[in-house]
Nanobody, 120 residues
Framework: QVQLVESGGKLVQTGESLTLACKVTGIDFSGESLGWYRQYPGQARVLVAAIHPEGSTYKEPSVRGRFSISRDNSQEMVYLHMNNVQLKDTAIYSC??????????????WGRGTQVIVSS
């Protein structure tokens, strides 16, 4: 059914930028809200950014001013643009569909995620 494939994670230095990508298939992509989550070792996933089909976005306070989220409906891709990365951004990043009003994930089918490691 739903397939989520994240990519783009890598080792970066503090202050640098990178973009994560998520390919989503098996859903009505253009009609779904999408989100990026991150997970620290031993902790649950936390939503860091989400985007509505009409373009409205949500960002978790710790990433406001540094991260942005975008989508390409024609390619069924959602991106997380990470600027001025900090050590606290080190995590496994995953994508999922979200319910816009509550910002909770709509499916328990998660991809493998992509790892971002920030070093000083």
């Amino acid at each position: 059914q739903v397939q989520l494939v994240e990519s783009g994670g890598k080792l970066v230095q503090t202050g640098e930028s990178l973009t994560l990508a998520c390919k989503v298939t098996g859903i009505d992509f253009s009609g779904e809200s999408l989100g990026w989550y991150r997970q620290y070792p031993g902790q649950a996933r936390v939503l860091v950014a989400a985007i509505h089909p009409e373009g409205s976005t949500y960002k978790e306070p710790s990433v406001r001013g540094r991260f942005s989220i975008s989508r390409d409906n024609s390619q069924e891709m959602v991106y997380l643009h990470m600027n001025n990365v900090q050590l606290k951004d080190t995590a496994i990043y995953s994508c999922n569909t979200v319910q816009w009003t509550s910002l909770v994930p709509l499916t328990n089918s998660w991809g493998r995620g992509t790892q971002v490691i920030v070093s000083s």
